[in-house]
C-alpha cells in the first residue's frame, strides 16, 4: 500500500494549539468489567458483560469492550482456558453483531478466533449493521499466552504494516494490551493517519498513573483519539483498569480508573491537535512535526529487513559459512551481501584477533579479510551470524571488545558463538550471560559449560540424539549435496562451505 504523504498546515495565526473545523461529533461508550480472579468467577464476570451489552442504546456511535472478552477472568491451566472459550466466545461474537446492528453502532471486541494455524488473539470489527468487517491480531503477543496457552504467532515473524481499517470515513488503528510498550509502533502508525486507534486491553498490573502517560502519549504521537477498554481488579484497586478516551491533545477526556460499569464520552474524531513545527514554523499536526526530523539510522534496527532472532528461528538451519564466496569472489563484504539477499539462514565467519587489536573475519577461500566493525554496520540483525573464535589471544579483555561491538549494534539476539576453547566460551559467558554459545567438541562438556549448542563431526543420528537428550541443538559441517540427508538425521544447523 502506498503511503500518503503527511504534509505541514500553513496557519498565518501563530497559535500553541488550534484545531480543524468540526464535523458530526460520535459518542463512544468503553465497557469496563470485573476480572474474575478465580475461574470459578468467569461465567458471573461474562454475563456481567453480556448483560452491558444489552443496555447500549441506539444513541451510540461506538462502543469498544476489553481484551479477551470471552475469557473475562484468571484460569489455572489451558484447559480451562479453552473451556471458557468455548463456552463463551460464539456467544459473545454473536451477541456484539446484534449489539452493533441494534445500536447502529460500530463496535469493537477482542476474543479468539480459530484460525487453520491455531487460536488467535483478535480485536473483532463490526460495523453498523452489525457486520464483521475486519480483524487485528495482536502483534506482541506475551510469552503466557504462547507458551502457555498455545496461541498461534507465525503471523508476527514477518513484516507488514500497521492495520487501518476505515469505517463510514473515520480510520481506525488498533493496539491490544502488549502492544502499548512498544513505543517502535506509534511511529509506522501515525504515517497512517489514523482518527482514533482502539485499545483493547488486559492490563492488570501497572498503576494508574503509569497507564495514563502510556495512554497520552500514545494519543499525542498518532495525532489520534485513543479509546481503550480494560477490566476492573476491583473498585479500590490502584492499578489495571484504567479503561479512558485520550484526544490527540493527550488530554484525557474520561478515566475509570477502577470502577466498573460504562464510560460515555462524545468526540470528534476530525479534530487534529495542531502546533507550530518547530519554533516560528506554520503549524502542523504532531507526527508530521517528527517525520521532519527522524533520523532512524540513529535508533535501533527495525523494518522489513530484520531477520528472526536465534531463539525464533527456524528448528533447521542452512549456515553459509563466508556467505556467496564461490558466487562473489572480490570482496567478502559482497559475499555476504549476496547470502544475505539469497535469505540464507545463518551466515558464519570466523573471528580473529590483527595484531593491532581489530577484529578481523577470516574470509573464507577469499583472499582478503574485513573487519567486524564494517560487517556488523552493513549487516547486523539482516541475518544470523555464526562466529568462530579463532586462533590465539580471546582472553577477557578481547571478548569484552567483541561484546561491547556486538551491542552497539544491536546484535545479541541475532548472533550466537562458537568456539573449540573452553575457556574463551567461558570469557564469552562473563561478558555476555544471555549470548547463545556453541561448544566444538563433547556433548558433556557442552552441558557442564551451560551452552546451548554443541558442533558435532560424526554424521550419525547417535550425535543428534545425545545433543537433543543433553537439551542442546546440534550443529554440524556439511555441503549443499548432503544438507538434506544431516536435517533427515536430525541436525539442527549445517554449516556449508559451498553455498550458492
Not at 468487517?133 to 496457552?149: F, I, N, P, Q, W
Not at 559482497?334 to 580473529?352: M, S
Request: charged letters at 20%; proline letters at 5%; one cysteine or more.
Amino acid at each position: 500500500m502506498k503511503m500518503r504523504h503527511l504534509t505541514l498546515i500553513a496557519c498565518a495565526a501563530a497559535l500553541l494549539s488550534v484545531f480543524s473545523a468540526q464535523a458530526k461529533p460520535i459518542s463512544s461508550r468503553v465497557i469496563q468489567p470485573p476480572y474474575a480472579p478465580t475461574p470459578a468467577g468467569i461465567p458471573a464476570s461474562f454475563e456481567w458483560m453480556m448483560n452491558q451489552l444489552q443496555q447500549c442504546t441506539p444513541d451510540l456511535d461506538l462502543i469498544v469492550l476489553p481484551e479477551f472478552s470471552d475469557v473475562p477472568g484468571r484460569t489455572k491451566t489451558r484447559q480451562e482456558y479453552l473451556d471458557a472459550v468455548d463456552a463463551n466466545n460464539e456467544r459473545l461474537l454473536k451477541a456484539c453483531a446484534e449489539t452493533a446492528a441494534r445500536c447502529s453502532a460500530v463496535l469493537f471486541v477482542n476474543a479468539i478466533d480459530h484460525t487453520p494455524e491455531g487460536i488467535r488473539n483478535t480485536t473483532f470489527a463490526f460495523d453498523r449493521a452489525g457486520k464483521l468487517v475486519g480483524k487485528y491480531y495482536k502483534r506482541h503477543v506475551t510469552a503466557g499466552e504462547r507458551d502457555d496457552l498455545g496461541f498461534d504467532v507465525s503471523y508476527a515473524r514477518q513484516w507488514s504494516e500497521p492495520d487501518i481499517l476505515e469505517i463510514d470515513g473515520i480510520r481506525y488503528a488498533f493496539l491490544t494490551c502488549y502492544d502499548f510498550y512498544f513505543y517502535e509502533m506509534i511511529g509506522p502508525i501515525a504515517l497512517k493517519e489514523p482518527d482514533i486507534v482502539i485499545g483493547c486491553s488486559l492490563q492488570r498490573s501497572d498503576k494508574h498513573h503509569a497507564l495514563e502517560f502510556i495512554n497520552q502519549f500514545c494519543a499525542y504521537n498518532t495525532g489520534a483519539y485513543l479509546v481503550r477498554a480494560s477490566v476492573s481488579m476491583g473498585e479500590n484497586s490502584t492499578v489495571g483498569g484504567s479503561s479512558m478516551v485520550v484526544a490527540p491533545t493527550g488530554i484525557i477526556l474520561g478515566n475509570m480508573r477502577s470502577r466498573t460499569g460504562a464510560l460515555d464520552i462524545t468526540f470528534d474524531p476530525s479534530e487534529k491537535y495542531l502546533k507550530p513545527a518547530g519554533f516560528g514554523n506554520p503549524l502542523a499536526t504532531h507526527p508530521s512535526y517528527m517525520e521532519i526530523g527522524r533520523r532512524p539510522w540513529l535508533y535501533r534496527p527495525g523494518g522489513s529487513a530484520i531477520c528472526l532472532p536465534v531463539a525464533e528461528a527456524p528448528a533447521q538451519r542452512v549456515c553459509a559459512l563466508g556467505g556467496m564466496y564461490r558466487i562473489v569472489r572480490s570482496s567478502p563484504m559482497a559475499a555476504i551481501g549476496a547470502a544475505i539477499a539469497e535469505d540464507v539462514d545463518e551466515i558464519g565467519l570466523k573471528l580473529t584477533l590483527a595484531p593491532d587489536g581489530s577484529i578481523r573475519c577470516k574470509s573464507h577461500k577469499v583472499g582478503r579479510s574485513c573487519d567486524l566493525d564494517a560487517v556488523l554496520h552493513k549487516f547486523s540483525c539482516h541475518t544470523i551470524f555464526n562466529f568462530t573464535l579463532e586462533g590465539e589471544g580471546w582472553n577477557a579483555e578481547a571478548v569484552a571488545k567483541l561484546a561491547s561491538l556486538l551491542k552497539a549494534y544491536d546484535s545479541l539476539n541475532h548472533a550466537y558463538i562458537c568456539s573449540s576453547s573452553i575457556e574463551t566460551l567461558r570469557h564469552v559467558h562473563d561478558a555476555l550471560p544471555k549470548m547463545a554459545r556453541c561448544l566444538e567438541g563433547s556433548v558433556v562438556d557442552a552441558t557442564a559449560e551451560g551452552c546451548q549448542m554443541v558442533m558435532v563431526t560424526k554424521h550419525n543420528r547417535a550425535a543428534v540424539k545425545d545433543a537433543h537428550k543433553a537439551g542442546l541443538r546440534c550443529v554440524t559441517h556439511g555441503s549443499r549435496f548432503s544438507k538434506g540427508r544431516l536435517f533427515r538425521k536430525g541436525f539442527d544447523t549445517v554449516i556449508i562451505s559451498d553455498y550458492r
